[in-house]
């Protein structure tokens, strides 16, 4: 089987960090695939688009030569462009969904990203000091202690490939807007949230779960990057899961 992985806002298939490869060594029968989006790593070069229907057409291309049927786990924004892929494609092209701390518009602006997180996001994406800026990214994402090491490598993947202001801006964009078909994709997708978030609030992926009826697991006390905070959970969240 193969996968496709979707990192969130301005974030690119660097940021991962080791988690591909702890997936790879804990399903070694299956294949991860880590894709940008437009705007971002491989494709920082590129505009954005400013919808997440245009944002999702755009990755879809990019893997058509991924024999399918395939599965997706993607965060935060990556779940959104995930979903509406999701509602996009002949019934059975999509195998598997896992959607970690994604929102939608099924739930209120508050909760799709919490009032105290709307001036620091703002003032991230506008910080001239990259080393800072990234440091200070991991600290809202991450509820662990962030060790000058990573912060240094995300310094180091913004200066090799950087995302321009107008595509943050557009992606910004595209996030709020975006809203789902009513019609439920598949019988069953794996909603991953963190009950520490300070980003987006847990109960956007209820909201999910409560309409469509899909698998919900929260964790306890991690951030919103919840593959850094803790990659084990999510792959014993998955071995549980997947046998289903």
Known sequence: ????????????????????????????????????????????????PSTVAAIRQKVSRQVSHIPGPFSILALSMGGMVALDWAQHVPEGQIQNLVLINTSSGFSPPWQRMRPGAWPRVLRLLGRRELFD????????TSNREVPLSLAKQWYSIQRRRPVNPRNALNQL??????????KRPMPDALLLAS???????????????????????????????????????????LRNWLPR
């Open 133 to 140: 800026r990234e440091r200070d990214i991991l600290r809202l």
């Open 195 to 237: 009950r520490g978030d300070r980003i987006v609030h847990w109960r956007c992926s209820a909201a999910l779960e409560e309409r469509w009826q899909w698998t919900m697991k929260l964790h306890p006390d991690a951030g919103h990057d919840l593959p850094l905070d803790d990659p084990e959970w999510i792959i014993q969240q």
């Open 1 to 48: 089987m193969h996968w496709i992985l979707l990192r969130g806002l301005t974030r690119e298939h660097a940021h991962w960090g080791n988690f591909p490869s702890r997936l790879r060594e804990a399903f070694p029968d299956q294949l991860f695939h880590t894709v940008d989006l437009p705007g971002t790593g491989v494709h920082y070069l590129e505009n954005s």
């Open 173 to 182: 964009t595209a996030a709020a807007r975006y809203k789902p078909d009513e």
